[in-house]
């Protein structure tokens, strides 16, 4: 059996060709998977189990390590060894902690640990599993751009 193409596909096919869009059809985006081992741990003076997942570029470890320079678990449990300062009564909690240093000046910023103390996300896209919560989501500084931490703060 013999395959004819008419003028306007050849015509269509060739320039696309020379294009070079004859390839296949890109690739989609696929965000990189949520790694949900956990980090650090702690609880906090109410009793509750946080966790801090490795997580990936929108939640968690690899998240606020890289995007807010905060490299250390102890400065999570410096603000989760604190009171919740603000509670949305959903599953949506927030710590406030102070990074003070005194040598060779004194200067201090404020940092707020963000925690989804539930199974899921809100939007549903996150699951912890059965049992369990998916912990510390971001971790940032104020009034910094970017809310990255400086370093002389060593967090």
């Known amino acids: 059996m013999k395959k004819i193409m008419t003028l306007t596909a050849a015509v ?3 320039a696309s060709l020379m294009a070079g869009t004859a390839s296949a059809a890109p690739m989609p985006v696929v965000p ?10 702690t609880n906090d003076p109410e ?3 946080i966790v801090t997942r490795y997580g990936n570029s929108e939640l968690g470890w690899y998240h606020f390590t890289g995007r807010h320079n905060i490299k250390k678990c102890s400065t999570l449990y410096a603000a989760l060894h604190g009171r919740v300062d603000r509670n949305d ?5 927030e710590y406030d902690a102070v990074e003070i240093e005194t040598e060779p000046r004194s200067r201090q910023v404020k940092i707020t640990v963000v925690v989804q103390y539930t199974q899921k996300t809100p ?3 996150y699951n912890a599993g059965r049992g369990q919560k998916i912990g510390v989501i971001t971790a940032y500084c104020h ?3 970017g809310n990255k931490c400086p370093a002389w703060a060593r967090l």
């Open 12 to 14: 269509t096919f060739g």
């Open 32 to 41: 990189h998977p949520w790694d949900q081992r956990v980090k650090c741990q």
């Open 47 to 49: 009793g509750r189990h």
């Open 89 to 93: 009564h959903h599953g949506h909690l």
């Open 123 to 125: 939007d549903g896209h």
């Open 143 to 145: 009034n910094r751009r």
